[in-house]
C-alpha cells in the first residue's frame, strides 16, 4: 500500500551554481590531476570561462541546450560541469564504450547539438551520424574560445539559479540493457551533495578512478568535495596497477568504486607498502564481504557499501552496526520494501544457524521506494521507460533484495537475476556472495541459461585471481558441498573459467552479454554431470543446444 511522500531533510542552497559560488574565493586545494594541482578558486574561474563558451554555443533554433562530453575522466569535464551550472546549460555524459549505431543513438536521442572532445575519443566520431557539430577540445578554435572570456567573473544565470533546470544527463550504466539517460536537475544534485553521509574536511584528498559520465562519481566523491571544501584527485581512467601509486602520491584520504574495481585491485600482487597511506575509508557498491575484509587487511582501511541509484529515488547506507553482507538500513527521508509479484510487502528473511536463507521465495522481492515517484525525473526522450518504473507514486528499482527482521536490507541482483530450477525461485546475488569466498575467485557472475525442458539451469563465470592454479573442478565441488548456506538447488550446473569477465564502463559485470554467449563461448565450459564436473566439448555443447530446439526451447538462447 502506498504511502505519503516522506519528508525529506533541509538543505541551504537550491542549485549547484550556488554551491560552486561557495567556493569562488576559496584558496585551499580544489583539483590534482596527474602534475597539476587547482585551488577551488582556480576551479571556479575555469569554469566561469567555459559558462561564456557554452553561452556562446547555445542553438539559435530553440533545440535543447544539450552539450555532449565525450572526453576521460580531465579537468576539462569538470570545469564544463561547473560551467553548465553557472550558466543553465546541461552537460550529456557519453560512454565512450558504446560504438558505432548505439554510439549514435545516445547522441541522437540526447538532442545533442554541440559534441565536446579530444583525440581521446574522437574517432570513435568516424563515420557515425550524429546530427551535432564536434569541437575539439584540444584544438586551437576552443582555445580561441576560452581565451575570449579569460578574466570572466563567476556568476550565476536565472536559468542556473532555478532548481528544475536540467543540468546532467547520466546514462544508466547498462548491465541489464540499453542505457537511459536519467534526468539530473541542478537541484536535485545541489541536495543530493548536501545530504550525503559522506563528510569531508578541507584536509581530505578524495581519489576518484570511475568515469565522471556516470552518477557514482560525481555524487558520492566530487558533491562531497565541493560541499565541505576537500580536494578532489582525479585519474584518467580506472587501472587496478596504478590505484596504489595513486593513492600514494595524492595523499588520498577517500577513495569510491564501482562493480568489480575492489577485486581488480585485489588482484594485483601483494606489496609490502600497501598500508603505507593515509586513507581513512572507502565507498562505494557491489563488493564482496570477502573483498572488503582483505581490503582493510592490505590497505589498513575500511570500506563501506551502500545502495543508491542513478534516479536518485532510493538510498541504502552502511552503518556500524551493519551484519556481513547487508546493505543496511535506509538514509533519512528514503522509505524503501520488499515487494513481490503480487504487490505485497514480503515476509523478513529468516535465517539458520548457518546463515542459511530458509525462506528466499516469499522473501526476496523487488526493492521498492515508497513516495518517490516526485523525486523521479524521468527518462530523458524515454516515457515508457520512466512509466514502468512508476506505480501508484512509488518507483520500482528494478533490483531484488531482501530485509531481515532487524530491518536490514540485503542485495539479491537485477530482476532479470531471478533463476527458476525445478520450480524454485532464487536469485543470483547470494550465490554469487558464496562463491566469492573461494580464495581462487576474483570475480563471480551467476546468471540463467535456459534449461532444455523447462526453467533455467544456474550458471557461474570466474575469474580467477592471477596467481591461482589452474582450475581444479573436483576441489571447487568440494568447496561448494562445504558451504552450509548454499541452497540445495544453488550450485552451478555449468561454470566458466575466463580470464576477463565482460564489463560495463563502470566496471559491473555485463550479464547479458554472458547469457548471449551461454556456454557457446570459447572459454572452458565445465557442466555438472554423473556426480562432478567434466569440460565440455564441441559435440556436447552441440549436443545441448539439440536438447534445447527438441523441446522447442532454442529460441531463449542469447536472451
Same mark, same amino acid.
Given at each position: 500500500?502506498?504511502?505519503?511522500?516522506?519528508?525529506?531533510?533541509?538543505?541551504?542552497?537550491?542549485?549547484?551554481?550556488?554551491?560552486?559560488?561557495?567556493?569562488?574565493?576559496?584558496?585551499?586545494?580544489?583539483?590534482?590531476?596527474?602534475?597539476?594541482?587547482?585551488?577551488?578558486?582556480?576551479?571556479?574561474?575555469?569554469?566561469?570561462?567555459?559558462?561564456?563558451?557554452? *553561452?556562446?554555443?547555445?542553438?539559435?533554433?530553440?533545440?535543447?541546450?544539450?552539450?555532449?562530453?565525450?572526453?576521460?575522466?580531465?579537468?576539462?569535464?569538470?570545469?564544463?560541469?561547473?560551467?553548465?551550472?553557472?550558466?543553465?546549460?546541461?552537460?550529456?555524459?557519453?560512454?565512450?564504450?558504446?560504438?558505432?549505431?548505439?554510439?549514435?543513438?545516445?547522441? *541522437?536521442?540526447?538532442?545533442?547539438?554541440?559534441?565536446?572532445?579530444?583525440?581521446?575519443?574522437?574517432?570513435?566520431?568516424? !563515420?557515425?551520424?550524429?546530427?551535432?557539430?564536434?569541437?575539439?577540445?584540444?584544438?586551437?578554435?576552443?582555445?580561441?574560445?576560452?581565451?575570449?572570456?579569460?578574466?570572466?567573473?563567476?556568476?550565476?544565470?536565472?536559468?542556473?539559479?532555478?532548481?528544475?533546470?536540467?543540468?546532467?544527463? @547520466?546514462?544508466?550504466?547498462?548491465?541489464?540493457?540499453?542505457?537511459?539517460?536519467?534526468?539530473?536537475?541542478?537541484? /536535485?544534485?545541489?541536495?543530493?551533495?548536501?545530504?550525503?553521509? #559522506?563528510?569531508? $574536511?578541507?584536509?581530505?584528498?578524495? &581519489?576518484?578512478?570511475?568515469?565522471?559520465?556516470?552518477?557514482?562519481?560525481?555524487?558520492?566523491?566530487?558533491?562531497?568535495?565541493?560541499?565541505?571544501?576537500? $580536494?578532489?584527485?582525479?585519474?584518467?581512467?580506472?587501472?587496478?596497477?596504478?590505484?596504489?601509486?595513486? #593513492?600514494?602520491? %595524492?595523499?588520498?584520504? %577517500? %577513495?569510491?568504486?564501482?562493480?568489480?574495481?575492489?577485486?581488480?585491485?585485489?588482484?594485483?600482487?601483494? /606489496?609490502?607498502?600497501?598500508?603505507?597511506?593515509?586513507?581513512?575509508?572507502?565507498?562505494?557498491?557491489?563488493?564482496?564481504? /570477502?573483498?572488503?575484509?582483505?581490503?582493510?587487511?592490505?590497505?589498513?582501511?575500511?570500506?563501506?557499501?551502500? &545502495?543508491?541509484?542513478?534516479?536518485?529515488?532510493? &538510498?541504502?547506507?552502511?552503518? =556500524?552496526?551493519?551484519?556481513?553482507?547487508?546493505?543496511?538500513?535506509?538514509?533519512?527521508?528514503?522509505?524503501?520494501?520488499?515487494?513481490?509479484?503480487?504487490?505485497?510487502?514480503?515476509?523478513?528473511?529468516?535465517?539458520?544457524?548457518?546463515?542459511?536463507?530458509?525462506?528466499?521465495?516469499?522473501?526476496?522481492?523487488?526493492?521498492?521506494?515508497?513516495?518517490?515517484?516526485?523525486?523521479?525525473?524521468?527518462? &530523458?526522450?524515454?516515457?515508457?521507460?520512466?512509466?514502468?518504473?512508476?506505480?501508484?507514486?512509488?518507483?520500482?528499482?528494478?533490483? @531484488?533484495?531482501?530485509?531481515?527482521?532487524?530491518?536490514?536490507?540485503?542485495?539479491?541482483?537485477?530482476?532479470?537475476?531471478?533463476?527458476?530450477?525445478?520450480?524454485?525461485?532464487?536469485?543470483?546475488?547470494?550465490?554469487?556472495?558464496?562463491?566469492?569466498?573461494?580464495?581462487?575467485?576474483?570475480?563471480?557472475?551467476?546468471?540463467?541459461?535456459?534449461?532444455?525442458?523447462?526453467?533455467?539451469?544456474?550458471?557461474?563465470?570466474?575469474? @580467477?585471481?592471477?596467481?591461482?592454479?589452474? %582450475?581444479? =573442478? !573436483?576441489?571447487?565441488?568440494?568447496?561448494?558441498?562445504?558451504?552450509?548456506?548454499?541452497?540445495?538447488?544453488?550450485?552451478?550446473?555449468?561454470?566458466?573459467?575466463?580470464?576477463? @569477465?565482460?564489463? $560495463?564502463?563502470?566496471?559491473?559485470?555485463?550479464?547479458?552479454?554472458?547469457?548471449?554467449?551461454?556456454?557457446?563461448?570459447?572459454?572452458?565450459?565445465?557442466?555438472?554431470?554423473?556426480? /562432478?564436473?567434466?569440460?565440455?566439448?564441441?559435440?556436447?555443447?552441440?549436443?545441448?543446444?539439440?536438447?534445447?530446439?527438441?523441446?522447442?526451447?532454442?529460441?531463449?538462447?542469447?536472451?
Amino acid at each position: 500500500m502506498t504511502q505519503a511522500t516522506p519528508t525529506m531533510p533541509t538543505v541551504a542552497h537550491a542549485t549547484m551554481a550556488e554551491l560552486f559560488l561557495t567556493r569562488a574565493e576559496d584558496d585551499t586545494s580544489g583539483l590534482l590531476f596527474e602534475d597539476e594541482r587547482w585551488s577551488w578558486r582556480e576551479v571556479i574561474a575555469e569554469g566561469a570561462r567555459r559558462a561564456g563558451v557554452l *553561452r556562446g554555443l547555445r542553438p539559435a533554433d530553440g533545440r535543447p541546450w544539450h552539450v555532449g562530453v565525450l572526453l576521460e575522466n580531465v579537468p576539462e569535464y569538470l570545469f564544463l560541469v561547473v560551467g553548465a551550472a553557472l550558466s543553465g546549460a546541461t552537460v550529456v555524459g557519453i560512454n565512450p564504450t558504446r560504438r558505432g549505431a548505439e554510439l549514435a543513438a545516445d547522441i *541522437r536521442t540526447t538532442d545533442c547539438a554541440v559534441l565536446l572532445a579530444d583525440e581521446a575519443y574522437v574517432d570513435l566520431l568516424d !563515420d557515425v551520424d550524429t546530427d551535432a557539430r564536434v569541437l575539439r577540445t584540444d584544438r586551437t578554435e576552443y582555445a580561441d574560445l576560452l581565451a575570449a572570456h579569460a578574466g570572466a567573473v563567476p556568476e550565476a544565470s536565472p536559468a542556473a539559479l532555478d532548481p528544475t533546470t536540467t543540468l546532467l544527463l @547520466l546514462f544508466t550504466s547498462g548491465s541489464t540493457g540499453a542505457p537511459k539517460a536519467v534526468v539530473c536537475s541542478t537541484g /536535485r544534485w545541489a541536495f543530493i551533495c548536501q545530504v550525503n553521509p #559522506i563528510e569531508f $574536511t578541507s584536509d581530505d584528498v578524495a &581519489y576518484n578512478a570511475m568515469p565522471l559520465f556516470h552518477g557514482n562519481a560525481l555524487m558520492s566523491a566530487w558533491g562531497p568535495c565541493i560541499t565541505h571544501g576537500a $580536494t578532489f584527485a582525479l585519474r584518467r581512467r580506472f587501472s587496478a596497477s596504478g590505484f596504489l601509486p595513486d #593513492i600514494q602520491r %595524492f595523499g588520498a584520504t %577517500f %577513495f569510491n568504486y564501482v562493480g568489480r574495481s575492489l577485486a581488480y585491485v585485489l588482484a594485483q600482487p601483494e /606489496r609490502a607498502d600497501e598500508a603505507d597511506n593515509r586513507l581513512r575509508f572507502g565507498f562505494g557498491t557491489e563488493a564482496s564481504a /570477502r573483498d572488503r575484509a582483505e581490503f582493510q587487511r592490505r590497505f589498513g582501511t575500511t570500506v563501506f557499501e551502500s &545502495y543508491g541509484s542513478s534516479e536518485g529515488t532510493c &538510498y541504502i547506507i552502511n552503518g =556500524p552496526d551493519t551484519p556481513d553482507g547487508a546493505l543496511g538500513k535506509p538514509q533519512v527521508g528514503h522509505v524503501p520494501e520488499i515487494v513481490g509479484e503480487d504487490g505485497e510487502v514480503c515476509p523478513p528473511a529468516r535465517f539458520d544457524e548457518h546463515g542459511v536463507l530458509l525462506n528466499p521465495e516469499e522473501a526476496i522481492g523487488e526493492i521498492v521506494s515508497r513516495g518517490a515517484a516526485a523525486r523521479f525525473e524521468g527518462y &530523458y526522450n524515454n516515457p515508457a521507460a520512466s512509466a514502468e518504473k512508476l506505480r501508484d507514486g512509488d518507483f520500482w528499482t528494478g533490483d @531484488l533484495g531482501y530485509r531481515d527482521e532487524e530491518g536490514f536490507f540485503y542485495f539479491a541482483g537485477r530482476t532479470s537475476d531471478w533463476l527458476r530450477v525445478d520450480s524454485e525461485n532464487f536469485a543470483a546475488a547470494p550465490i554469487e556472495r558464496i562463491i566469492a569466498r573461494h580464495r581462487d575467485v576474483a570475480v563471480v557472475a551467476v546468471y540463467p541459461v535456459p534449461d532444455a525442458q523447462t526453467g533455467d539451469q544456474v550458471m557461474a563465470a570466474l575469474q @580467477l585471481v592471477a596467481e591461482a592454479p589452474a %582450475f581444479d =573442478p !573436483d576441489a571447487f565441488a568440494r568447496f561448494l558441498a562445504a558451504q552450509p548456506d548454499l541452497g540445495t538447488k544453488w550450485a552451478p550446473r555449468l561454470v566458466r573459467i575466463t580470464p576477463d @569477465l565482460p564489463t $560495463t564502463a563502470t566496471n559491473k559485470v555485463d550479464k547479458p552479454a554472458l547469457r548471449r554467449e551461454h556456454w557457446g563461448s570459447p572459454d572452458p565450459v565445465w557442466e555438472w554431470r554423473d556426480g /562432478r564436473y567434466v569440460e565440455i566439448d564441441d559435440e556436447r555443447r552441440a549436443a545441448l543446444h539439440a536438447e534445447l530446439a527438441e523441446h522447442g526451447r532454442g529460441h531463449l538462447l542469447g536472451h
